[in-house]
């Protein structure tokens, strides 16, 4: 069965320090994968998403950037984190069949980010 | 671009009665998938139903089941025999196929905080 791990579950950073938030996926191969954050427990905005190593594409203009260094790993980063930073950041992915992308995405358990 | 509007941000019922849950959406494709997702107090998101657009017959799962009208671009849930456990926030949700290029994204809406009471 696949599984999806999001850690730290918890973070409290200073304003103008790094972050990097990681998400690994297991028992599936060549997944899509997606960071979301979630503001004040209302709607998901989606920021990144990749089909493949290396590839990323940013939904929004921001303070974050995101890498996948290996087919299950998707890393969200900041060089320098900002108050609005603050947040739930979830990690999903879903499967893949050809250029068909209509398959549900299953979420990890997210991150709870505080930039004071 | 798509948007999905909920505009129900707070909706309350009693355990086992019904409840439906509201989800417009605008979008100029006509191929595409409808979702409702479910975010209990400890925030996993959970599938709850999913509704292909090509499809006329409305999704159902268990207790669960939608109203999918998609000339009137509206997608609502409704939940029978609520239970205590139904108490989460609900969030319906919008994936395109643009010719399959869409990339599995998702849409979502800003959620409607169900509570179920005893």
């Known amino acids: 069965s696949q599984t999806i791990h999001q850690w730290p579950a918890t973070l409290v950073q200073p304003v103008g320090s790094p972050l990097s938030l990681e998400c690994t996926v297991e028992?599936?191969?060549?997944?899509?994968l997606y960071w979301y954050r979630q503001a004040a427990g209302r709607g998901l905005q989606l920021l990144f998403y990749s089909v493949g190593i290396g590839q990323i594409s940013s939904e929004v203009p921001q303070n974050l950037s995101a890498s996948r260094p290996q087919d299950r790993q998707f890393i969200l980063s900041s060089k320098k984190l900002l108050l609005s930073d603050s947040g739930f950041y979830l990690c999903?992915?879903?499967?893949?069949?050809?250029?068909?992308?209509?398959?549900?995405?299953?979420f990890g358990p997210g991150t709870r980010l505080t930039v004071l | 671009a798509q948007t999905v509007t909920q505009s129900q941000p707070e909706m309350s019922v009693q355990e086992a009665e019904t409840v439906t849950l509201s989800c417009t959406y605008d979008?100029?494709?006509?191929?595409?998938?409808l979702f409702w997702y479910k975010q209990p107090p400890s925030r996993q998101m959970i599938l709850v139903i999913r509704?292909?657009?090509?499809?006329?017959q409305n999704a159902t799962e268990n207790r669960f089941s939608v109203n999918f009208q998609k000339a009137a671009k509206s997608f609502s849930l409704k939940i029978s025999d609520s239970q205590l456990g139904d108490t989460a926030m609900y969030f319906c949700a919008f994936m395109g196929n643009a010719g399959g290029t869409s990339y599995g994204k998702l849409t979502f809406g800003q959620g409607t905080i169900l509570t179920v009471h005893p």
């Open positions: 028992g599936t191969s060549n997944p899509n």
């Open positions: 999903a992915w879903s499967r893949r069949q050809g250029i068909i992308f209509n398959n549900e995405q299953f």
């Open positions: 979008t100029s494709e006509n191929n595409y998938y």
């Open positions: 509704q292909e657009a090509y499809k006329q």
